[in-house]
C-alpha cells in the first residue's frame, strides 16, 4: 500500500459476516461487522488492502498492455507523429465504444470492448488515435480511421452489436399468422 494512503475502518451493526473495501480518494475505506474484535479487524483490513492492490495491479496490467497495442497502432498505420500520453480501459462508458481528449493526449475505451474481437479493439483505437490528429470527425480524421483496413468491417460490426443489443422480440404470433395467411394463397393459386 502506498505510504500516502489512508485507511479508515467503519464499524456497521447491521454488518454480519461481510466485509468490504474501496478507495475514496488517498483513502482506503474498509468496512466491518461492529461485532469484530480489533483482531479481527486488523486482520481483514490487512487482507482487504492486499485484494485491493491485486486487483488494482491487474487492471494497471491491463490498461499497460492497451497502452503498448495503442502506440504500436499509431506506429504502424497514422506514422507514430502524435502518440497518446495514456490509454485506459474505463467502466463508465455506455453509449460510446471510446474517447479521446487530444489536449492532455489521453484516450479511454469502455471495457464494454473486451471479448470482442481484436480487430474491433485496433478500429477504436485508430479511431480515437485519429482524434490526436483531428478532433472532429471530418474528412482529414477519416481519411486517417481508413488506413486501418479492417476499418469498414470493425464499423459494421460495432453498428450490427448496437443494433442486436437493442433488438426487441418480434410479436410471434403476428408471424405464424403471416405465414399462414401466405400459404393459404399459394394454396388456394393451385
Known amino acids: 500500500m502506498p505510504s500516502n494512503t489512508k485507511v ?13 473495501a474501496y478507495r475514496d480518494g488517498d483513502t482506503t475505506v474498509v468496512l466491518v461487522p461492529a461485532t469484530f474484535s480489533r483482531a479481527e479487524e486488523k486482520r481483514w483490513v490487512g487482507r482487504m488492502l492486499q485484494r485491493l492492490e491485486a486487483r488494482e495491479g491487474r487492471r494497471h496490467s491491463k490498461d499497460a498492455e492497451l ?6 497502432l499509431a506506429r504502424r498505420y497514422l506514422g507514430g507523429a502524435r502518440l497518446p500520453e495514456s490509454v485506459r480501459w474505463v467502466d463508465n462508458q455506455n453509449a460510446r465504444w471510446g474517447s479521446c481528449t487530444p489536449e492532455a493526449r489521453t484516450i479511454r475505451i469502455s471495457r464494454r470492448l473486451v471479448g470482442m474481437p481484436s480487430w474491433v479493439v485496433d478500429y477504436v483505437l485508430i479511431h480515437e488515435l485519429a482524434h490526436l490528429f483531428h478532433a472532429h470527425h471530418g474528412p482529414g480524421f477519416w481519411e486517417l480511421v481508413r488506413r486501418y483496413p479492417k476499418a469498414d468491417r470493425a464499423r459494421g460490426y460495432l453498428e450490427g452489436f448496437s443494433a442486436a443489443s437493442r433488438l426487441e422480440p418480434c410479436d410471434q404470433g403476428d408471424a405464424v399468422e403471416d405465414v399462414d395467411e401466405d400459404l393459404a394463397e399459394i394454396a388456394a393459386e393451385d
Open 67 to 72: 497502452h503498448e497495442r495503442a502506440l504500436e
Open 8 to 20: 479508515e475502518v467503519r464499524r456497521s451493526p447491521r454488518r454480519r459476516r461481510t466485509v468490504s
